[in-house]
């Protein structure tokens, strides 16, 4: 049975992101049919642009090739937001957190002396100094299949706050593994270079 979700941007992508994680077949009010999604998703990947992916030294840093957004935690103003920066750093708790202090969701935590490690599935593994490799956790990406879906938060240059569902074109957001079903993967010690043009990238993973 369909779960009626709370209109509250916080709420909301809190609700769908807990829900989705523990009981994949949740299904949002809203939710489109299995034709409509199939016919958006197309269009997404056909007109979904992304700049350059270029190479970075930190092993916290990470690229979409494709379609997906991070989720990221604003805590000061209770609200989600959402990201294709990968641009990622450990805090004094060693927690992925991004430049403006928003926690990478779910939480990952890298301890001091250690190396993360990112599957282009989105599976984290951490490696001690002394070779030890333990898994760390599972990072999600998120997507919105009408751009009326997303609008750009103010003073926040490349954040994104989702449109309350229930607005026309707005549907609820889909969050999913990478690599996986039309998401894009995402790629460890790599960045979008904002400072370089748009560009059409190669066919999403699953197409």
């Known amino acids: 049975m369909p779960i009626k979700m709370p209109q509250s941007f916080s709420l909301l992508m809190t609700a769908i992101l807990l829900l989705s994680a523990c009981n994949p077949s949740f299904v949002p009010v809203n939710k489109p049919t299995p034709a409509q999604a199939s016919d958006m998703l197309k269009a997404l990947q056909q007109n979904h642009q992304q700049h350059p992916i270029v190479p970075s030294e930190s092993d916290t840093d990470f690229a979409i090739d494709g379609v997906g957004y991070f989720a990221v935690l604003d805590h000061r103003n209770e609200r989600l937001l959402f990201t294709r920066n990968g641009r990622f750093q450990r805090n004094a708790n060693g927690?992925?957190?991004?430049?403006?202090?928003?926690?990478?969701?779910p939480p990952i935590t890298v301890p001091e002396n250690t190396a993360l490690v990112l599957s282009e599935s989105g599976m984290i593994r951490l490696q001690s100094q002394d070779g030890a490799s333990t898994e760390a956790g599972q990072l999600n990406l998120t997507r919105f299949l009408t751009p009326e879906s997303l609008k750009a938060v103010e003073g926040l240059p490349g954040y994104f706050e989702p449109v309350p569902v229930g607005a026309p074109g707005v549907f609820a957001p889909e969050v999913g593994e990478p690599a996986q079903n039309g998401y894009g993967r995402v790629l460890n010690r790599l960045l979008e270079d904002t400072s370089q043009p748009l560009q059409a990238p190669a066919d999403a993973p699953g197409a």
């Open 95 to 105: 927690q992925l957190i991004t430049p403006e202090g928003f926690d990478l969701q």
